[in-house]
């Protein structure tokens, strides 16, 4: 799970009819030093985040439990924003 940093909607108007419903987005990860790493990444937003926010992202095979179905097409998910860090 990373956390990242949402960028902007990225604008599909063809995609996989089981992924209709959902927007996609470009992510950032945040290192563990607080700086932005250069890799920007396309999630699919489970739950309605905004651009700029701190959101919690799922990847790989762990993404598929976000949909309750194996036979999705997807990588990366939101799966929460995060209210506060309390490392800082």
Request: aromatic share 6%; proline share 1%; with cysteine.
């Amino acid at each position: 799970m990373y956390i990242c940093i949402v960028h902007g909607k990225c604008v599909s108007t063809i995609k996989n009819k089981k992924l209709a419903g959902y927007s996609l987005v470009t992510v950032q990860r945040i290192k563990k030093s607080g700086k932005l790493s250069d890799d920007i990444f396309v999630a699919v937003d489970t739950i309605g985040c905004s651009i700029d926010e701190t959101v919690l992202v799922t990847s790989g095979e762990n993404s598929k439990y976000a949909f309750d179905a194996n036979d999705i097409p997807i990588d990366h998910v939101i799966v929460g924003i995060v209210d506060s860090d309390a490392s800082k």
